[in-house]
C-alpha cells in the first residue's frame, strides 16, 4: 500500500514538473518580443509616408525607431472600448488623475493644426520632452507624461522624434484641456485608464 502511494505521489510530482515546463514554454514571451513585433500584433504603426529626400527620410525612420521602442504610442494612442485604437496611432486621449499637477490627458501629437501638434513650433515640442515645461509655463507631471527619461535625449534624437511626429497623418481628435486642483480619477470613459500618481503627496 505504502508503495503505492509512493509511487502515486512520485507520479503527481513528475506530471506537476512536466506541465509547469509546458507553460513555460507556451506562454507567449511577451518581455521577449521586440518592440516592432509587438506593436505589430496590436495593430501595428504607420510607416513613415511622404517624405521624398532620402536624409530627411532617415532622420524620420529613426524618430519612429524611438518613438516606437520608448512606447510613446503606449499612454498617446486613443483608446477603444476594446483597447489602443489603431486608426488612432499617436492622437491622444489617455486620461491621467494625479495628485500634483491635476487631471491631465495625453495629448494629440498627430500634426492636426487645431487639435494636434500642427500649431506648435519644433521648439515648443522639444522643450515638453526636454524640461517638462509647455510654452505657457505649465509643467507636465513627470510621471503621466514621463519627459525625466527624454531630457538627456541628444538633440539629434529630438529633432527625429519631432520630424517624424510632423510627417504623421493628420488626424482630428480634440483634447480636453487639463483640470487643476486634484486627480480626479472619475472622469467619465476615462476610468479605466485613470490612476492616480503620487500617492500621498498634496
Ligand atoms: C505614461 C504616459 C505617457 C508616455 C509614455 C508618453 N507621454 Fe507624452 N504626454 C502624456 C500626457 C499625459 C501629456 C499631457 C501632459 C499635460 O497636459 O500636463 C503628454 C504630452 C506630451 C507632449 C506635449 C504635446 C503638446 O501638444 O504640447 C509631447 C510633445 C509628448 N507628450 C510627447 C511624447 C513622446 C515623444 C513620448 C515618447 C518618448 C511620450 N510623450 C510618452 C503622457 C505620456
Given at each position: 500500500?505504502?508503495?503505492?502511494?509512493?509511487?502515486?505521489?512520485?507520479?503527481?510530482?513528475?506530471?506537476?514538473?512536466?506541465?509547469?515546463?509546458?507553460?513555460?514554454?507556451?506562454?507567449?514571451?511577451?518581455?521577449?518580443?521586440?518592440?516592432?513585433?509587438?506593436?505589430?500584433?496590436?495593430?501595428?504603426?504607420?510607416?513613415?509616408?511622404?517624405?521624398?529626400?532620402?536624409?530627411?527620410?532617415?532622420?524620420?525612420?529613426?524618430?519612429?525607431?524611438?518613438?516606437?521602442?520608448?512606447?510613446?504610442?503606449?499612454c498617446h494612442?486613443?483608446?477603444?472600448?476594446?483597447?489602443?485604437?489603431?486608426?488612432?496611432?499617436?492622437?491622444g486621449g489617455m486620461t491621467f488623475a494625479t495628485n500634483t499637477h491635476g487631471t491631465v490627458v495625453s495629448r494629440n501629437l498627430?500634426?492636426?493644426?487645431?487639435t494636434?501638434?500642427?500649431?506648435k513650433?519644433?521648439?515648443d515640442?522639444?522643450?515638453v520632452?526636454?524640461?517638462g515645461v509647455f510654452p505657457d509655463g505649465r509643467g507636465a507631471p513627470p510621471l503621466a507624461m514621463?519627459w525625466?527619461?527624454?531630457?538627456?535625449?541628444?538633440?539629434?534624437?529630438?529633432?527625429?522624434?519631432?520630424?517624424?511626429?510632423?510627417?504623421?497623418?493628420?488626424?482630428?481628435?480634440a483634447i480636453p484641456a487639463p483640470k487643476a486642483g486634484r486627480g480626479d480619477a472619475?472622469v467619465?470613459?476615462a476610468?479605466?485608464v485613470a490612476?492616480s500618481l503620487d500617492?500621498?503627496?498634496?
Amino acid at each position: 500500500m505504502k508503495r503505492i502511494l509512493k509511487w502515486a505521489l512520485a507520479i503527481v510530482v513528475v506530471l506537476a514538473a512536466v506541465g509547469f515546463v509546458a507553460f513555460l514554454y507556451f506562454i507567449p514571451p511577451l518581455t521577449q518580443m521586440a518592440p516592432e513585433e509587438f506593436i505589430q500584433e496590436a495593430g501595428g504603426v504607420p510607416p513613415v509616408s511622404g517624405i521624398s529626400d532620402p536624409a530627411q527620410r532617415a532622420i524620420a525612420e529613426r524618430g519612429r525607431y524611438l518613438v516606437l521602442t520608448a512606447d510613446c504610442g503606449g499612454c498617446h494612442t486613443t483608446q477603444g472600448p476594446k483597447g489602443p485604437e489603431p486608426a488612432y496611432y499617436l492622437a491622444g486621449g489617455m486620461t491621467f488623475a494625479t495628485n500634483t499637477h491635476g487631471t491631465v490627458v495625453s495629448r494629440n501629437l498627430t500634426p492636426d493644426p487645431d487639435t494636434g501638434t500642427g500649431s506648435k513650433s519644433a521648439d515648443d515640442l522639444k522643450r515638453v520632452l526636454r524640461s517638462g515645461v509647455f510654452p505657457d509655463g505649465r509643467g507636465a507631471p513627470p510621471l503621466a507624461m514621463p519627459w525625466p527619461g527624454t531630457s538627456n535625449w541628444s538633440d539629434e534624437d529630438l529633432h527625429a522624434v519631432v520630424t517624424y511626429l510632423r510627417s504623421l497623418q493628420p488626424i482630428h481628435h480634440a483634447i480636453p484641456a487639463p483640470k487643476a486642483g486634484r486627480g480626479d480619477a472619475s472622469v467619465p470613459g476615462a476610468a479605466e485608464v485613470a490612476y492616480s500618481l503620487d500617492a500621498g503627496k498634496k
